[in-house]
């Protein structure tokens, strides 16, 4: 209640102060409340405040956050350190496939590989390098898999090679031909290719020859080769040769060498196998026909996937990434970025977020300055705006809004990785191509063939099959020489057309046998000189001839037994020393001497002996008994006047075995014997009879007596159980006819 006494007087005031928001003044009766700047103001900008979900943005409004989100999701492309490039929201990264690679997208998934025909300058795996400079560098490596070569920079494969071979020397052998002479000088001519026998008359079967008795000494100056037996003949030498680390054989095909572990090398008129090992030691090669070792060929890949890389490009300006070089995404501006595992991450920095949080609230459904109380509608107007396209090659670009993760996918030989920001992208490895070029070398998997191979000019170089060709013409033109030795000397030569003239000696004979196919035989002549001594092989005896020197005659000595095979030995002279052989008169001589010396001392032996076997001869065992198994007999025996007494002992531990024991005694001797007797046998008969009845007839006997005391128990016992049973049966009847008697 106001009170009018002295009266009313109202004091209205404004507010004061940097931070006033209302003024008042009095002018007369009238008192004017007002805004202050800073109040009009704020309802200026509530008035122009966007809602939250930035449905109400002018033109204007527009514009500007739009121009703020590009700003704030660029991003920046760098290739290889050689400059950035800025993206900014909107626009599109196209990545272009380069040499050799080729790019795919599947949505925001990019994948980068090789192509799959790829054209190298250089291609280095392991220490094989293929340059299209110098060539193929095999690296002491294999070439395998090889196509047969059908042009003449081709490489040839060694099947096809082998076979290019032996049809050339096939078709020289039709050109080519020798002569062949003997001791009796015929000349045997042949070709190439057709047969010449040789022989030496004796049997072909193994175990009748021997080796090592005949050599062969060679004459360069006329091309002959003289055949000569040794003076000291000897057995079998084997042309094999066997060592803990494995096996070699020597034979006119060649020589196998098989080791303890492993394939077998040979080097036989068909060529050489490696029995699957590697060529090792390959140098690098410097010419361009010229085999790469691996070491090159890995420095050719190496140099190869260094190309490797993509272009990127921006509102201004353009840039790459080569292999290896990393990608590198900075932030200005207010902008930030950050990069985890395959996933790029573009955002505002720490003052700028700082920024938008400080910004007032002008009203309620005001967006604040650092669009904090944005709704889901609004930060989509803004990750809309803010995003950017990708695009592969000539494809179909694809939206990155924010938040969105590009990945970068291992492609066909290609390996990506990330530190960081930085993106790698390198070829693997191991890289597999269906075409590989490097210069006028071609290395095509259909096919299976490497072409554009120059003249091989080294050693250890691949060589093309026109090149190839060339040299099997030349080495088979029939001008050549053939090397030989004699028994493992000195290596000569002999030229094709001169051939070998074979020579014997005074042991050996050789001809020639034209019209037999070229057969040159060898025989040894009936009668032989100048031999010393003959041996078998290991173990064998060995026959020595020995000379007469002056008075001493000649003689035949054998370091082992002598084994006739059932012949005689003829005109032996009478022996007179213990060690000499006697002949079949002295033997004889002696035979009788002792015949009639130990006649009837032999005799009276003898009748004593026959007495004594007699008298053994009485002692006769009866027949088994289980319950007196043990006998004694007593026997006596006469012979020719000679009288003899026998006792013997028998024992049966069975029905089937018995022992015995027997002594006889004369006027003077005695004669023992012992035995065992055991019989056996099978018949359907006896396997019918039951076991207890087997032991023997007196055994049966006991058996039976027992079974007929058992068997008349048993009557008696059935006897008294029927006497029982018919008292209850006449019982029985005895109910049965009351019963009836009183039913009726």
């Known amino acids: 209640k106001l009170s009018t006494t002295g009266g009313i007087k109202f004091n209205i005031k404004g ?5 006033a928001l209302i003024t008042t003044s009095a002018t007369g009766d009238d008192v004017t409340i ?9 309802v200026t900008a509530a008035e122009n405040a966007a809602n939250k979900d930035l449905s109400n943005l002018s033109t204007a409004g527009n514009t500007y956050i739009q121009n703020l989100a590009k700003s704030a999701a660029s991003w920046n492309v760098e290739t290889n350190g050689a400059g950035t490039t800025a993206v900014a929201g909107g626009e599109t990264v196209n990545f272009i496939n380069g040499d050799n690679i080729a790019i795919t997208n599947t949505g925001r998934s990019i994948t980068i590989g090789t192509a799959k025909n790829v054209s ?45 071979i ?48 005949i050599a062969v000494l060679g004459d360069a100056a006329t091309g002959t080769l003289n055949i000569r037996m040794a003076k000291a003949l000897t057995g079998l030498s084997s042309a094999t040769f066997t060592t803990p680390s494995g096996t070699t054989v020597i034979n006119g095909g060649g020589m196998t060498i098989t080791p303890a572990s492993g394939s077998p090398i040979s080097v036989t008129t068909g060529g050489i196998n490696a029995g699957n090992t590697e060529i090792k030691n390959v140098a690098a090669g410097t010419t361009p026909n010229s085999a790469v070792n691996k070491q090159q060929m890995d420095n050719a890949i190496s140099n190869a996937t260094a190309n490797v890389g993509f272009n990127t490009a921006g509102n201004t300006g353009t840039g790459s990434v080569s292999n290896g070089q990393t990608l590198t995404i900075t932030g200005t501006n207010g902008i930030e970025t950050s990069a985890s595992g395959q996933s790029i991450t573009v955002g505002l920095d720490a003052a700028t977020r700082a920024q938008i949080n400080n910004a007032t609230t002008t009203a309620n459904n005001a967006a604040k300055k650092d669009l904090s109380n944005i709704d889901n509608a609004g930060k989509q107007v803004i990750k809309d705006t803010a995003a950017w396209n990708v695009k592969v090659n000539s494809g179909t670009p694809e939206t990155v809004k924010g938040g969105d993760t590009v990945t970068f996918n291992d492609g066909d030989n290609i390996k990506v990785t990330n530190t960081g920001k930085d993106i790698t992208i390198a070829t693997k490895k191991d890289v597999s191509f269906d075409k590989v070029t490097v210069g006028n070398v071609v290395i095509d998997k259909n096919t299976n063939r490497i072409s554009g191979l120059a003249n091989a000019a080294n050693n250890d170089e691949a060589v093309n099959l026109g090149q190839m060709n060339a040299a099997i013409s030349t080495a088979t033109a029939g001008t050549g020489n053939i090397k030989y030795k004699a028994n493992g000397g000195t290596q000569n030569s002999v030229a094709l057309t001169t051939g070998f003239d074979f020579k014997g000696d005074s042991n050996i004979q050789i001809t020639a046998d034209p019209a037999n196919s070229g057969v040159i035989n060898y025989k040894l002549n009936p009668t032989l000189t100048g031999i010393t001594s003959i041996s078998g092989g290991t173990g064998a005896p ?3 001839l020995n000379a007469g020197s002056g008075s001493n005659p000649g003689n035949v000595s054998i370091n082992s037994n002598l084994d006739m095979g059932g012949k005689q030995i003829n005109n032996i002279g009478a022996a007179t020393h213990a060690g000499d052989a006697v002949n079949k008169a002295q033997m004889d001589q002696a035979l009788q001497n002792i015949a009639g010396a130990s006649s009837n001392a032999a005799k ?15 002692l006769k065992p009866i027949q088994y008994d289980p319950l007196e198994p043990t006998q004694i007999m007593a026997g006596i025996g006469n012979y020719k006047s000679q009288t003899a007494v026998a006792l013997g002992v028998a024992h049966y531990t069975n029905e089937n075995t018995m022992f015995n024991l027997g002594v006889s005694l004369d006027s003077h001797d005695g004669i023992v014997n012992a035995g065992v007797t055991h019989k056996f046998g099978y018949s359907p008969e006896k396997k019918a009879i039951p076991d207890k009845y087997k032991g023997g007839p007196i055994s049966s006997i006991y058996v039976m007596q027992d079974e007929v005391t058992a068997l008349q128990a048993i009557v008696q016992k059935q006897a008294a159980e029927n006497e029982a049973l018919r008292q209850q049966n006449e019982d029985m009847q005895r109910k049965v006819d009351m019963i009836l008697s009183k039913i009726h």
Do not use: C, W
Not at 171 to 189: C, I, N, R
């Open 34 to 42: 007002a805004p202050t700047a800073k109040l009009s103001a704020a």
């Open 166 to 213: 032996t049809n050339a020397v096939n078709k020289a052998t039709t050109d080519a031909k020798h002569d062949f002479g003997g001791d009796d000088t015929t000349v045997v001519t042949r070709k190439h290719g057709e047969k010449l026998n040789i022989k030496g008359g004796a049997s072909t079967t193994a175990a009748d020859l021997t080796a090592g008795n």
């Open 542 to 544: 060995t026959i020595t």
């Open 15 to 19: 507010d004061t102060g940097a931070n």
């Open 120 to 164: 190298f300058d250089k291609v280095t795996v392991g220490g094989v390098v293929i340059d299209k400079n110098n060539g193929i560098d095999a690296g002491g490596k294999e070439i395998t898999n090889v196509g047969p070569a059908t042009s003449g920079n081709s490489a040839v494969n060694k099947t096809q090679m082998d076979t290019a």
């Open 604 to 618: 009276s032996y003898a009748y004593k002996a026959g007495a004594g076997a007699a008298a053994l001869a009485a």
